[in-house]
Protein backbone atom coordinates (compact mmCIF):
# COMPACT_ATOMS: atom_id res chain seq x y z
CA UNK A 1 0.00 0.00 0.00
CA UNK A 2 1.78 3.26 -1.37
CA UNK A 3 0.88 6.86 0.26
CA UNK A 4 2.50 9.49 -1.67
CA UNK A 5 3.63 12.04 1.00
CA UNK A 6 5.24 14.64 -1.58
CA UNK A 7 3.07 17.32 -0.41
CA UNK A 8 3.27 16.61 3.50
CA UNK A 9 7.48 16.79 3.09
CA UNK A 10 7.35 19.80 2.08
CA UNK A 11 5.14 21.26 4.54
CA UNK A 12 7.09 21.92 8.40
CA UNK A 13 7.61 19.50 11.30
CA UNK A 14 4.63 18.85 12.95
CA UNK A 15 2.06 18.75 10.21
CA UNK A 16 -0.18 15.91 9.90
CA UNK A 17 -2.60 14.09 7.62
CA UNK A 18 -5.07 10.91 8.94
CA UNK A 19 -6.09 8.54 5.86
CA UNK A 20 -8.77 5.55 6.77
CA UNK A 21 -7.99 2.66 4.97
CA UNK A 22 -10.72 1.00 3.55
CA UNK A 23 -9.82 -3.29 2.75
CA UNK A 24 -6.57 -2.29 1.18
CA UNK A 25 -4.12 -4.90 -0.40
CA UNK A 26 -0.21 -4.84 1.45
CA UNK A 27 1.79 -7.29 -0.47
CA UNK A 28 5.79 -8.02 0.15
CA UNK A 29 6.14 -10.63 -2.71
CA UNK A 30 9.58 -11.58 -1.58
CA UNK A 31 7.98 -12.95 1.44
CA UNK A 32 4.94 -14.11 -0.08
CA UNK A 33 2.91 -11.66 1.90
CA UNK A 34 -0.48 -10.65 1.06
CA UNK A 35 -2.86 -9.16 3.36
CA UNK A 36 -5.97 -6.98 3.01
CA UNK A 37 -6.45 -4.47 5.97
CA UNK A 38 -8.56 -1.79 7.27
CA UNK A 39 -8.23 0.84 9.77
CA UNK A 40 -6.14 4.32 10.09
CA UNK A 41 -3.23 5.93 9.12
CA UNK A 42 -1.86 9.00 10.84
CA UNK A 43 1.12 10.70 8.98
CA UNK A 44 3.57 13.62 11.01
CA UNK A 45 5.95 15.40 9.33
CA UNK A 46 9.14 14.84 11.20
CA UNK A 47 12.37 16.28 11.15
CA UNK A 48 13.92 13.21 8.78
CA UNK A 49 10.97 12.17 7.26
CA UNK A 50 7.42 11.12 8.52
CA UNK A 51 6.21 9.44 11.20
CA UNK A 52 3.60 7.21 10.78
CA UNK A 53 1.18 6.17 13.39
CA UNK A 54 -0.64 3.48 12.44
CA UNK A 55 -3.82 1.15 13.54
CA UNK A 56 -5.47 -1.47 11.02
CA UNK A 57 -7.29 -4.59 11.25
CA UNK A 58 -6.22 -7.19 9.21
CA UNK A 59 -8.90 -10.00 7.85
CA UNK A 60 -8.52 -12.64 7.02
CA UNK A 61 -5.57 -14.26 8.61
CA UNK A 62 -5.04 -17.81 8.45
CA UNK A 63 -3.27 -19.89 11.10
CA UNK A 64 -3.26 -23.51 12.21
CA UNK A 65 -5.20 -24.30 15.59
CA UNK A 66 -2.41 -25.31 18.51
CA UNK A 67 -4.36 -28.15 19.43
CA UNK A 68 -5.68 -29.70 16.17
CA UNK A 69 -3.91 -27.96 13.27
CA UNK A 70 -6.25 -26.95 10.96
CA UNK A 71 -6.44 -23.92 9.55
CA UNK A 72 -8.71 -21.00 10.82
CA UNK A 73 -9.11 -17.79 10.10
CA UNK A 74 -8.70 -15.11 13.24
CA UNK A 75 -8.97 -11.28 13.58
CA UNK A 76 -5.63 -9.66 14.03
CA UNK A 77 -5.06 -5.97 15.09
CA UNK A 78 -1.96 -4.17 14.27
CA UNK A 79 -0.46 -0.91 15.67
CA UNK A 80 2.45 0.60 15.27
CA UNK A 81 4.77 4.30 14.94
CA UNK A 82 7.72 4.11 12.78
CA UNK A 83 9.55 6.86 10.84
CA UNK A 84 9.92 6.54 7.63
CA UNK A 85 13.09 8.87 5.92
CA UNK A 86 13.44 10.30 3.09
CA UNK A 87 17.10 10.18 2.15
CA UNK A 88 17.12 13.43 0.20
CA UNK A 89 16.09 16.87 2.01
CA UNK A 90 13.20 18.11 0.02
CA UNK A 91 14.03 21.74 0.05
CA UNK A 92 17.84 21.33 -0.43
CA UNK A 93 18.36 18.05 -2.35
CA UNK A 94 20.66 17.35 -0.20
CA UNK A 95 21.69 13.78 0.63
CA UNK A 96 20.67 12.32 4.29
CA UNK A 97 22.08 9.39 6.47
CA UNK A 98 19.53 6.59 6.47
CA UNK A 99 20.32 3.50 8.47
CA UNK A 100 20.05 0.01 6.69
CA UNK A 101 17.12 -0.87 8.78
CA UNK A 102 15.06 2.00 8.69
CA UNK A 103 11.87 2.42 6.68
CA UNK A 104 12.27 4.46 3.76
CA UNK A 105 10.53 7.06 1.37
CA UNK A 106 11.02 6.16 -2.11
CA UNK A 107 12.07 8.64 -4.59
CA UNK A 108 9.03 9.03 -5.91
CA UNK A 109 8.11 10.34 -2.36
CA UNK A 110 5.93 7.38 -1.43
CA UNK A 111 6.05 5.30 1.56
CA UNK A 112 4.81 1.49 1.65
CA UNK A 113 3.40 0.30 5.16
CA UNK A 114 3.42 -3.61 3.71
CA UNK A 115 6.88 -4.64 5.02
CA UNK A 116 5.78 -2.73 8.45
CA UNK A 117 2.63 -4.72 8.71
CA UNK A 118 4.31 -7.59 7.49
CA UNK A 119 6.59 -7.63 10.76
CA UNK A 120 3.64 -6.09 13.47
CA UNK A 121 1.70 -9.25 11.84
CA UNK A 122 4.00 -11.57 12.78
CA UNK A 123 4.42 -10.39 16.30
CA UNK A 124 0.74 -9.56 16.84
CA UNK A 125 -0.41 -13.42 15.99
CA UNK A 126 -1.50 -15.50 18.91
CA UNK A 127 0.79 -18.06 20.37
CA UNK A 128 -1.11 -21.08 20.62
CA UNK A 129 -4.22 -19.66 18.13
CA UNK A 130 -7.19 -21.88 18.57
CA UNK A 131 -10.50 -22.75 16.55
CA UNK A 132 -12.89 -22.83 19.20
CA UNK A 133 -11.97 -22.39 23.09
CA UNK A 134 -12.99 -25.67 23.35
CA UNK A 135 -11.33 -27.21 20.39
CA UNK A 136 -10.76 -31.26 21.28
CA UNK A 137 -7.71 -31.30 19.72
CA UNK A 138 -5.93 -34.64 18.52
CA UNK A 139 -6.43 -37.90 19.58
CA UNK A 140 -2.97 -38.48 21.08
CA UNK A 141 -2.66 -42.22 20.53
CA UNK A 142 -4.15 -42.62 16.42
CA UNK A 143 -3.81 -38.63 15.80
CA UNK A 144 -8.17 -38.47 14.86
CA UNK A 145 -9.17 -34.76 15.10
CA UNK A 146 -11.86 -35.63 17.93
CA UNK A 147 -13.42 -32.44 16.79
CA UNK A 148 -14.79 -34.73 13.64
CA UNK A 149 -15.86 -37.02 16.82
CA UNK A 150 -14.55 -39.58 19.53
CA UNK A 151 -12.19 -41.89 17.83
CA UNK A 152 -12.09 -45.58 18.45
CA UNK A 153 -9.36 -45.23 21.21
CA UNK A 154 -11.75 -44.44 23.97
CA UNK A 155 -13.70 -47.86 22.78
CA UNK A 156 -10.36 -49.61 24.32
CA UNK A 157 -10.75 -48.23 28.10
CA UNK A 158 -11.18 -51.36 29.03
CA UNK A 159 -7.70 -52.18 28.11
CA UNK A 160 -4.75 -52.14 31.00
CA UNK A 161 -2.89 -49.61 30.19
CA UNK A 162 -5.55 -47.02 29.16
CA UNK A 163 -7.16 -47.41 33.02
CA UNK A 164 -4.01 -47.10 34.28
CA UNK A 165 -3.84 -44.05 32.16
CA UNK A 166 -7.04 -43.27 33.54
CA UNK A 167 -6.51 -43.95 37.38
CA UNK A 168 -3.22 -41.45 36.52
CA UNK A 169 -5.56 -38.58 34.92
CA UNK A 170 -7.86 -38.70 37.61
CA UNK A 171 -4.98 -38.80 40.24
CA UNK A 172 -3.82 -35.20 38.60
CA UNK A 173 -6.95 -33.73 38.24
CA UNK A 174 -7.50 -34.25 41.85
CA UNK A 175 -3.71 -33.33 42.77
CA UNK A 176 -4.73 -30.36 40.84
CA UNK A 177 -7.66 -29.10 42.76
CA UNK A 178 -10.10 -27.89 40.28
CA UNK A 179 -10.04 -30.83 37.97
CA UNK A 180 -9.51 -28.87 34.29
CA UNK A 181 -8.16 -30.28 32.12
CA UNK A 182 -5.16 -27.83 31.39
CA UNK A 183 -4.53 -24.45 31.93
ZN1 LIG B 1 -8.73 -26.73 16.87
ZN1 LIG C 1 -7.65 -42.11 18.95
Redesign the pocket.
Known amino acids: MLINVSTLLLEPVGHARRYAVEREAVAVPEAAFVQEISGSVRLIRSERGVLVTAEFELLPVSVPCGRCLEMFETPVSVEFDEEYVFDLDPLTGKRVEVDVDEFRIDNQRHLDLSEAVRQYEESALPIQPLCRSDCRGL?P??G?NLNDGP???AAAAGDDRWSALARLQERLGTEDGDGAPEA
Do not use: I
Open positions: CHCSCGC
